[in-house]
């Protein structure tokens, strides 16, 4: 079983749509959560971290389940510049874990 | 602030040859790692260094070395390249609030 699992998807959504994505962590000595996004044969760049409290910024939330060990990804509003990969990361210990990412593609 | 700094962009390597993949970054980051992300795939850890003079191995680290002689450096060294090697290499560095990567290194090995 892997340490950080995502659902690879792909999601394909209309513009305008509100989707969310979901990912797992087994390590329950993780203290910090990051969601990144990576566009095709780019590099990955960080999209917003993940409090526990939940976090928002303009379209889009994070949120943390400690209990649970999941943190979630929601974007609304969907815009065709969401088109990408979304890798989950945890971190702890001095070691980070990225999910394999899961892909969306906003149409028109 | 140029950020994390991977040269080259792209190589093409014979069976058995050597190389370095460099990495460099002005944030005075303490942190810094190599990633090799095979297609359709995640990212794989092959080593890190947590300061000067300190390296560590990843999820990956067979075939590679690295050396961590000053906080801006940090390159990876195939010692003698497989097909099985063929990847697209990301170096990072991590500071607040998270990693910061370069753009990559697309490698090829026939």
């Known amino acids: 079983r892997k340490e950080v699992e995502q659902d690879p998807g792909p999601f394909n959504v209309p513009e305008g749509a509100t989707v969310a994505f979901n990912c797992t962590y087994s390590?329950?000595?993780?203290?910090?959560f990051f969601w990144y996004r990576q566009d095709c044969r780019k590099e990955p760049k960080l999209l917003m971290s993940?409090?526990?409290s939940g976090n928002e910024d303009g379209r889009f939330t994070a949120q943390l389940n400690r209990a649970s060990q999941y943190i979630s990804l929601l974007i609304r509003d969907s815009k065709l510049s969401d088109s990408a990969t979304y890798l989950c990361?945890?971190?702890?210990?001095?070691?980070?874990?990225f999910g394999d990412g899961t892909t969306l593609t906003v149409k028109p | 602030n140029a950020g994390v700094t991977q040269t080259p962009k792209f190589q093409v390597l014979k069976t058995g040859q050597s190389m370095t993949l460099q990495c460099a970054q002005d944030?005075?980051?303490?942190?810094m790692s190599w990633y090799r992300q095979d297609p359709g795939m995640g990212l794989r850890l092959i080593h890190y260094?947590?300061?000067?003079?300190?390296?560590d191995q990843g999820e990956v680290p067979n075939g590679y070395n690295v050396s961590r002689s000053t906080t801006e450096d940090f390159p990876l060294r195939l010692l003698s390249a497989a097909p099985s090697q063929t990847s697209v290499y990301f170096c990072?560095?991590?500071?607040?609030?998270?990693?910061?990567f370069g753009s990559g290194t697309r490698l090829t090995v026939v």
């Open positions: 990072a560095s991590k500071g607040p609030p998270g990693y910061t």
């Open positions: 390590n329950s000595a993780s203290q910090s």
């Open positions: 260094s947590v300061g000067a003079g300190i390296t």
């Open positions: 944030m005075n980051h303490e942190y």
């Open positions: 993940v409090y526990s």
């Open positions: 990361v945890a971190s702890g210990a001095g070691k980070s874990t």
